[in-house]
């Protein structure tokens, strides 16, 4: 994906951040490249990935 802007006169008073979601990205100014990544602190035995089908008793 290419994705191209023209920046002109950026003037940034004030910022306040309440809060950051699971995924994000602030960003102020020029940059020639950015690279996303992710990574999870929670053990691989503690996902669950679903779809999720309910289990019915056999007889």
């Not at 940034?12 to 950051?20: E, L, P, Q, R």
Request: proline fraction near 8%; include cysteine; aromatic fraction near 6%.
């Amino acid at each position: 994906m290419e994705f191209n802007v023209t920046n002109h006169q950026l003037c940034v008073g004030d910022i306040k951040i309440t809060g950051v979601a699971s995924s994000a990205l602030f960003l102020i100014g020029d940059v020639q490249t950015v690279q996303l990544s992710s990574a999870f602190d929670t053990p691989p035995e503690s996902l669950i990935i679903g779809p999720f089908v309910p289990v019915t008793p056999e007889g």
